[in-house]
């Protein structure tokens, strides 16, 4: 009783620190390259709390009633949200921060959700009411593939682990086991985990995002996207998509657009995500990005009359003095401050092995046979 009154009398609470709670989020800075010590373990309920404003946004603006979107849309998000955890979208470029991941796939999702406001979806078998009946299953089904694109990169790109040196040591988290990373860190009284990226992973997620998709939304959730008239048409959109099997239907050309613009925003704002360190990106992936960004969007065309963009026998060519000007706009509007002198960015790209030389010569010429 006394040593209530004095708490209280000393301003202080008597309430234990919660275990894997906000602090441990708050108070840490994991740093980049990643940090030796480690990403910390939160319980889910901090990390779908930090991603709540996106939850809502996307509940306002995508048109179901919010009974519907609260019963078949938000537990696909919280699954996803618990099953990615601050797992980074990647390595080195996007995204690549704690939470990078669910921050990347909301993102993508928000985006994706504004352009297939303004879609036309194809008609299938039936007739254009018919479609438009089920409209609403068009656009949810767009938002839940683009927030589950890249969530195979859990199981194919990356392995977590408690970090210990010694192999007898080690406890590694099953990714394809029903036990979510905080589950698991809890079971084994892991505090803060670390993740070793995976060799030869490159392209390797999109299938894996398929079974990432199927297991996260409920079956419920699939169940209603397949009960309007286009509902087969729905699903398979909604496999393309994620998979990148095809870029023709209008759903996989809006993820794609999403997922492109999303990665080069991040990569240009440097942002931190859910956590708060710092990214630094070398000039020359900036401009990697920048350039496939263009390609994927046509605002560059490739073999054709005046196009900076040429792909001949197996080699990849940039028309640098049509191309720098153009990156070098975007680059300054981004707030980057970079020399306007394509033989200076060329070599940049090529001491950071993005590009190779003519022998002594910096740029190549070439004349291909369609002129």
Known sequence: MLKALFSKLLNKSTKPKEAYGLDNLD??????????????????????GRMQKDINFIRT???????????L???????FIQ??????????????????????????????????QHTQFPVGIGTVADTQRSNIQWKTGTVLAALMHDGGKILADVEISNGAEKKDDLIIWDAHKEQNLYEWASEHKIERYFITWLK??????????????????????WSWLGGCYD?????????????????????????????????????????????????????????????KHYVLTNKWLVNAGNAPVWYVKGELYIVWPVAVPQLFEAMIEAGYRIPDAPKVLARVMIEEGQAIKNGEEVLFDLYPEIL
């Open 27 to 48: 108070d840490d800075v994991i740093g980049y390259p990643p940090n030796p010590k480690g990403i910390p373990v939160v319980q889910p309920s901090v990390l779908i």
């Open 61 to 71: 603006e995508l048109g179901m009633s919010y009974e519907d979107f609260d019963r």
């Open 73 to 79: 849309i938000e537990p696909a998000m919280h699954n």
């Open 83 to 116: 099953y990615a955890d601050l797992i980074p979208a990647s390595e080195y470029k996007h995204h690549s921060t704690g939470g990078g991941l669910v921050y990347h796939s909301f993102d993508v999702a928000k985006r994706a959700m504004r352009m297939a």
């Open 200 to 221: 030869g992973r490159h392209m390797k997620h999109q299938n894996a995002s398929l079974m990432v998709m199927q297991r996260l939304i409920p079956q419920e959730a």
């Open 231 to 291: 509902g087969h048409d729905v699903h398979a959109a909604m496999l393309a998509s994620v998979a990148k099997s095809t870029i023709d239907h209008v759903m996989a050309k809006i993820v794609a657009e999403a997922d492109s613009e999303s990665a080069r925003k991040d990569i240009f704002a440097r942002n931190s995500h859910v956590t708060k360190e710092i990214k630094q990106v070398p000039l020359s992936e900036l401009l990697c990005d920048l350039m």
